[in-house]
C-alpha cells in the first residue's frame, strides 16, 4: 500500500527555498568553492536512485509498451511492430471485459466498503470511548498481514460448507447462508469481503486523524448554537473530512485497481472467471502462457487507469506545496 | 432524555464490541484449528475449540516453511537497510540541497510507487536473465536478485518519507552548521542523522512489512521453491489439495507472526508518522 505518506505534504517548503538563496551570512572565502563542490556532490548523491527508478521505472514501464505493440506471443521473441492489435484483441476477448466489468464492481464495492465502515468506525471512536486504543488496534491490525495470508483465510471463512455459513446457522440465520465465492453471480463481492476487512481499518485510521485535527471550538460553538449532534457532523464536521476522503479514494482506488495477490489466493479466476482482475489475467497469460505481448498490453492497460486517478492527484499536490 | 443519552452509548459499545468481534474472527480461526489435531480437524467443526491443544499443525506447517523463512529474512534485512540508506541521503539532499531539476525529479521519483508493477515484470525478468547470461551476475532466480528489485522499487517511498520528514528540521538548523564549515556531507553525518530516528523507525516498519508481505515480485523472480520466500511458500501450501487445512491455518499464522508483531510493538510511531499529515491536511 504505497502512497500513504502523500498525505503528509511538507508544509514548510518555503524554508527549502530559503535554503537555496545565498544567503548573505557567508564571509568565508574557503566557502565559496565549498558551496559549487556541494552542488555538485548533491547532484552526485541522487543520481544513482534517479538512474535506477529512471530505468526500472520507465525504461521498464517504455520497454513493456514497445512489448505490448509486438507480436511476440510465443516462446520464441518476436518483436516485430504490430500495431495496437494486441490491444485490440483484448477488448474484444470476453475474458478481458469480464474482468474489467470486475474491476468496476470491486472498486466501487470496496471503496464503498472502506470509506462507509472506516467512516462508520472513526466517528464512533471520536466520541469518548473507553477502551479507545484497543477497539483502535483491532481494527487496524489486518492492514499488517499481507494479501497473501487474508485470502488463504477467507478461502475458508467464505467456503460454503464452513466458516460464516456455520455462524449464520447456529445464530438461527440460516437463511442468510450464502455459496459466496462458489456462485459466478456474487463471487467478486466474496473478495470484497476480505478486501475491505484488510483495509477499512486503514480507512478508520485517515478519518480519525481528520477528526482530532478537528478545532474543539468548532464543537462548541455548533453546540452553543444548539445544533444536535447529528446536525453538527452532516453540516460542520463531515464536509471538513472531504481532503481526507479524496486522499482514501486516491490510495484505496489505486490498490484495488492492481489488486493482484489477495484473489491470487483466495480464489484465482473463480467460476466462469467470476473473480478474474487483470492483474490476474496478466500474470497466467505472460507467464503460464508464454503470450508475452498479450500480457504486457494488460500491463500497460492497468499503467493506464492507475495513472488516471493518481498523476491529478500528484499534480494536484505538488503545486499545493509549491504555492505555499 | 439522560436515558436516552445512556442507551445511545450502550449501542455504541455493543456496536464497537460486535465489530471487533467480526475483525478478529480470521484470527480465531488461524489460532483455533491450527491448534487442532489432526484428528480433530473437521470442516462442519471449524468453530469449536480444541478439545486437546496438539502442537502437530504447527510443527508441521513450521517444517515445510523453515527454509523459506530464512530467505525471507536474507530478503528483507539487506532490502530495508538498502532502501532506508538511499531513501535518507535523497531524502536530505531535496529537501535542503534543492538541486536544479529537483522539482521534475521528485514527481517523477514519487509515480514509481504507484505503479502497478505487472508493468515493469516483463522487462525485469529480461533484464536479470541477461545479467546472468551476458555478465554473469546470477540474479535472476535468486534472493539477492530480490534485494536488488525491493530497493530500486523502495527508493520512491523512503525517499518521500525522509524528505517530507526534513522538510520540517529547522533550516536554521542547516544554515547553523555551514555558517560552522561543515559542508553537505559533514551536516549530514553531525546534525540531520542524529536527529533521523524516528524517519528510520517509521521506513523500516514500512519497509519490514511491504517486502515480507509482497508476492508478485517474489512468485516471478524465484522459480525454484528451495529459493521462494515465505508468502510463495504459503500460497503453494495453501493451494495444495493434499496438506491439511489445519496445516494451511498454522502456516498463514506463522507467515502473519513477523509483520504482526512489528506491527504490535511499534505500530504507534508507524502511524504516527503515516498520519502527520492527515491531521494538518
Known amino acids: ?324 | 432524555m439522560r436515558s436516552g443519552r445512556r442507551a445511545v452509548r450502550v449501542l455504541m459499545y455493543v456496536l464497537l464490541v460486535v465489530l471487533a468481534l467480526g475483525y478478529l474472527l480470521p484470527v480465531y480461526v488461524l489460532v483455533n484449528n491450527g491448534l487442532k489435531s489432526f484428528r480433530e480437524v473437521s470442516l462442519s467443526r471449524m468453530w469449536e475449540p480444541p478439545a486437546r491443544l496438539s502442537p502437530d499443525s504447527f510443527a508441521k506447517a513450521y517444517r515445510r516453511l523453515a527454509p523459506n523463512f530464512r530467505n525471507s529474512l536474507l530478503l528483507v534485512i539487506p532490502a530495508t537497510i538498502g532502501a532506508a540508506a538511499l531513501g535518507s541521503v535523497n531524502g536530505y539532499v531535496l529537501a535542503k540541497w534543492k538541486f536544479a531539476g529537483a522539482d521534475v525529479v521528485f514527481p517523477l521519483l514519487l509515480f514509481g510507487m504507484f505503479i502497478p508493477y505487472q508493468s515493469v515484470l516483463i522487462p525485469l525478468v529480461q533484464f536479470l536473465q541477461w545479467l546472468g547470461r551476458a555478465l554473469d551476475v546470477r540474479l535472476y532466480g535468486s534472493i539477492a536478485g530480490l534485494v536488488l528489485v525491493h530497493i530500486v522499487y523502495g527508493i520512491p517511498i523512503t525517499t518521500l518519507i525522509f524528505r517530507n520528514y526534513y522538510a520540517s528540521v529547522p533550516t536554521e538548523v542547516v544554515e547553523a552548521a555551514r555558517i560552522d564549515g561543515a559542508g553537505l556531507a559533514g551536516t549530514y553525518r553531525y546534525v540531520i542523522l542524529p536527529l533521523s530516528m524516528p524517519a528510520f523507525v517509521v521506513v523500516v516498519i514500512w519497509q519490514v512489512t511491504q517486502v515480507w508481505n509482497e508476492f508478485l515480485f517474489a512468485v516471478t523472480i524465484t522459480g525454484n521453491p528451495a529459493r521462494q520466500p515465505v508468502q510463495v511458500a504459503l500460497q503453494n501450501l495453501a493451494g495444495s489439495q493434499i496438506v491439511e487445512w489445519n496445516v494451511q491455518m498454522a502456516g498463514a499464522l506463522l507467515t502473519a507472526l513477523p509483520p504482526l508483531l512489528v506491527y504490535i510493538f511499534l505500530g504507534r510511531f508507524f502511524l504516527r508518522g503515516l498520519l502527520a499529515g492527515a491531521l494538518k491536511g
Open chain 1, 1 to 324: 500500500m504505497p502512497g500513504q505518506e502523500l498525505l503528509a505534504p511538507p508544509r514548510n517548503s518555503a524554508n527549502v527555498a530559503t535554503t537555496i538563496a545565498p544567503g548573505p551570512a557567508r564571509p568565508s572565502t574557503l566557502a565559496r568553492p565549498r558551496i559549487r563542490r556541494d552542488s555538485v556532490l548533491s547532484a552526485l548523491i541522487v543520481l544513482p536512485s534517479v538512474v535506477a527508478v529512471g530505468v526500472f521505472v520507465y525504461g521498464f514501464i517504455g520497454w513493456t509498451a514497445y512489448v505490448a505493440l509486438s507480436g511476440w506471443n510465443s516462446f520464441v521473441p518476436d518483436l516485430s511492430f504490430v500495431g495496437l492489435r494486441n490491444f485490440a484483441e483484448l477488448f474484444q476477448s470476453p475474458r478481458f471485459q469480464i474482468d474489467l466489468r470486475n474491476t468496476v464492481i470491486f472498486t466501487v464495492a470496496f471503496l464503498a466498503g472502506c470509506l462507509g465502515i472506516g467512516l462508520l468506525l472513526a466517528v464512533l471512536l471520536d466520541q469518548r470511548v473507553r477502551g479507545e486504543a484497543l477497539f483502535r488496534n483491532i481494527y487496524l491490525f489486518p492492514m499488517s498481514i499481507s494479501f497473501i495470508v487474508s485470502g488463504t483465510v477467507w478461502q475458508w471463512l467464505l467456503n460454503p460448507s464452513t466458516g460464516v455459513n456455520l455462524l449464520l446457522e447456529a445464530a438461527g440465520l440460516g437463511r442468510l447462508r450464502s455459496p459466496w465465492f462458489t456462485d459466478p453471480k456474487i463471487a467478486i463481492y466474496s473478495v470484497v469481503i476480505a478486501a475491505v476487512w484488510q483495509l477499512s481499518g486503514f480507512t478508520m485510521a485517515m478519518y480519525l486523524a481528520g477528526l482530532r485535527g478537528i478545532a474543539e471550538e468548532l464543537r462548541e460553538a455548533a453546540r452553543v448554537d444548539g445544533a444536535s449532534d447529528w446536525q453538527m457532523y452532516r453540516h460542520i464536521i463531515l464536509p471538513l473530512l472531504n481532503p481526507i476522503t479524496l486522499s482514501a479514494v486516491i490510495v484505496l482506488g489505486h490498490i484495488s485497481l492492481k489488486i493482484f495477490d489477495l484473489v491470487f489466493a483466495m480464489t484465482g479466476s473463480g467460476p466462469a472467471f467470476s473473480t478474474d482482475v487483470p492483474g490476474i489475467f496478466m500474470f497466467e497469460t505472460t507467464f503460464r502462457g508464454n503470450r508475452f505481448a498479450e500480457g504486457a498490453a494488460i500491463a500497460i492497460i492497468m499503467l493506464l487507469m492507475v495513472a488516471v486517478v493518481v498523476i491529478p492527484y500528484l499534480v494536484w499536490s505538488t503545486r499545493a506545496e509549491a504555492a505555499e
